[in-house]
Every structure is written in C-alpha cells, then in structure tokens.
C-alpha cells in the first residue's frame, strides 16, 4: 500500500497530525508513506522511522511563474506514485488542489467549511464539535478507512543526531530540559502569560539541580516576562 499525507504547515500543526502517521504504520507495517510538506519545515520529519519519504512543497518558490515547471513536475511525480490512499489534514483549497492533482485512488480530508476543500474529496470527515482538538479531528479520518485509533504509539521518537547536538550546544547531557515555547500567531491560540509563569515556577520547584528549570525557544518580551528570576538557558 502507498499513502499520502498531506499536512504543509504550521509547525503545531504538523506535530499534530503525527499520530495519524504513527497509527497508520502500525495498520499498515508495510505500507509506504510520503508526508507533502512545506520546504521551510520539512527537516521537522527529515529521518522519520514511519515515513518513507518527503515530498516538499515550495510555497514561496512556486509562487513565481519562472518556478511553475518545478510545480509541475512535482505533480507529475506524485501521479507517478499510483497512491492507494491520499490523506489531505490541511484541507484548505491549496492542499486539496494537490491532493486531487495527485489522482489517488481515494482521497479523504475533513469537512472544512472554508474554500471549499471538502469538494474534491471522496470523504469528508467532519468535526464532532466546535471544541473538538485538532488531533482528535486528524484521528477522526482514521476509523472510516479500518484503521483503529489509541495511544499504543510513540507521538515523536527520539532522534539521537539531534540530541547529542542539543547536549553539546547546551551542556545538559546530565540535565532534564524542558522546552517551553510561549508564543502563538494567532492571540486565541495563546496561553495566558501568567498561566505560563506558574508552570514554570512549579517546574522550577520540582527539577532538582543539576536540572535546567526550562529553555525558552525564542527570547522575546513575552517570555522574559514569563522567566523573570529564572534564568533559563536560551537558544
């Protein structure tokens, strides 16, 4: 069997739609699964033990008419593929255009209202509610296609390459490292900053030395705020 999974962005998102990918290996152990992502986030799941490979998605190169060509033979590439299942988790009209242009020979995504993704689909998955989480939606496209759903995963494996560069670059190969990310794109997506500063200071009480209490990913104002008298390390 040969799967597509088509989920661009944004980083959470991705991170997201994991699971997806995790139990539709467990199904299917055999299965072949390419991940469409954009370009700018594709070492996210560069080296994936579930995938077998990556077709990246040049939003920004594409975007120029000199670069159209390249778009083409991407789809044509995909068309070449003959997949057996096509999985669209962005399911806005961008995504769905290439998942269509792909010519599976199913093709499911969710029941998104906006542009009207849901038109290109053989199935459209809808949201159980308003308050539904985005993982649980993913998930969701599973059980109509015979693959269960739970927990019997692992949602990111460790990537020893990668781990060894952090120890090294942080000196924290005897340390416990917790990794807050504050920020948010869209305000209704972002935790209260006071909600922030608490965990951290309960974190802070429960990681003995020679523990690092936390990590900021980017050092903003925001999170300043957040690890004020913390003095976490940063990169």
């Avoid at 669209?88 to 542009?115: I, M, N």
């Avoid at 509610?129 to 269960?148: E, I, M």
């Avoid at 209704?188 to 900053?193: M, S, T």
Wanted: aromatic share 10%; net charge positive; glycine share 4%.
């Amino acid at each position: 069997m040969k799967i597509l999974i088509l989920k661009p962005s944004s980083l959470g998102d991705v991170i997201h739609a994991l699971p997806v990918l995790r139990l539709l290996k467990r199904h299917y152990p055999t299965a072949e699964i390419f991940w469409w992502i954009d370009s700018a986030l594709a070492p996210l799941i560069a080296g994936d033990p579930d995938l077998t490979g990556i077709v990246h998605f040049e939003r920004k190169r594409w975007a120029k008419p000199q670069h159209w060509p390249e778009m083409l033979r991407s789809i044509r590439w995909l068309r070449e593929q003959n997949f057996d299942l096509v999985i669209d988790l962005q399911s806005l009209l961008r995504s769905a255009t290439f998942a269509w242009l792909a010519r599976g020979k199913f093709l499911v995504g969710l029941d998104e209202v906006r542009e009207g993704a849901r038109g290109f689909y053989d199935l459209a998955v809808p949201r159980k509610s308003f308050h539904t989480h985005a993982v649980d939606w993913y998930l969701s496209v599973l059980p109509p296609l015979g693959v269960p759903v739970h927990k019997d995963f692992e949602w990111l494996p460790e990537r020893p390459e990668i781990s060894a560069a952090i120890n090294s670059k942080l000196k924290t190969q005897n340390s416990k490292l917790i990794l807050l990310q504050p920020g948010a794109r869209w305000k209704n997506k972002r935790w209260p900053a006071q909600s922030f500063a608490e965990l951290v200071s309960a974190l802070a009480k429960k990681i003995p030395p020679p523990g690092s209490p936390c990590s900021a990913a980017k050092t903003t104002p925001r999170s300043e705020n957040l690890f004020s008298g913390l003095r976490p390390k940063k990169f």
